[in-house]
């Protein structure tokens, strides 16, 4: 049980702004603690990278090779200042995790600070979740995190492989977590989908014409007729949904929106569920 469990058994409610704060002292707190041990230093190239990506003024008075230390807390400097809005607080706190490398050898790297952030985001009770875009992390909101991880995080992953897919998919997470174009993320779901038929089955059809493709697939690969049934009216209610929102400029509603989202992930991660036991299967053949 953790201090907003307790004090809820309490009857003592923790609206979103003690939350906001909750996280805001622990992350402080975290950070005051490397700037004290100086066990996080940050490079010429990565404070430059940071201030200049950020819009912010440059601290001429850290630019020393010696002052790795000096140039972290400048950085923990700039991220406090954002502290009164708590997006823009996550956005510079990202872009700071962005702006550092990897490099083995180094006590708090961006592996490090990612675990930091996500444990204390879910410390406070706040539902984000980092996913990452080719090297750079972007913050998404979480749902329940087993739908997240299997319908989201995992055919993110998968997706790599798919090169006009993932993109777009991609495109429509960063959307979908700014919710400001609600409208495109229905239709760059739909795209996401219809680019990963096209990369998967290696044609140019549209989804409409590759829905009979993809279930004349699975058919083949042994998936059960009832399961496979399924797809055609699914993929038929998709496109409904998202024809009626983009045409006719309908309001989207959140819960909609999330439904299209999982959707997307449901039938991707059926499918490559399915071509990786395929490959499985013939990879134990060959021996």
Known sequence: ???????????IGFDDKEKSRLFYSRM??????LISSCDAFVTITEYNNFCMDTGTRLNLNVLENYQECERFRDCVRIIRDHETVF?????YFVWFINSLSDAKGRNWNRQSFKRMLLHNLKEAHIQFDLLED???FFVFPKGASELDNALVSEPLEWLRDYPLA?????????Q????????DVADNLRKALEAFLQEFLGNEKNLETNKNEICRYLGEQGVDPGITGLFQPLINAYKNINDKIAKHNDAVDAKLLKFLLYQTGVLIRMVLSVKQA???EGNDNAH
């Open 1 to 11: 049980m953790d201090w907003i469990d307790y004090r809820e058994k309490l009857g």
């Open 28 to 33: 402080s707190n975290a950070l005051d603690v």
């Open 87 to 91: 997006n823009v607080y996550l956005a």
């Open 166 to 174: 993932h993109k777009t998919f991609v495109i429509a997470l960063k």
């Open 134 to 136: 080719g090297n750079k």
């Open 278 to 280: 395929q490959d499985m």
């Open 176 to 183: 979908y977590s700014d919710g400001i174009y609600i409208r």
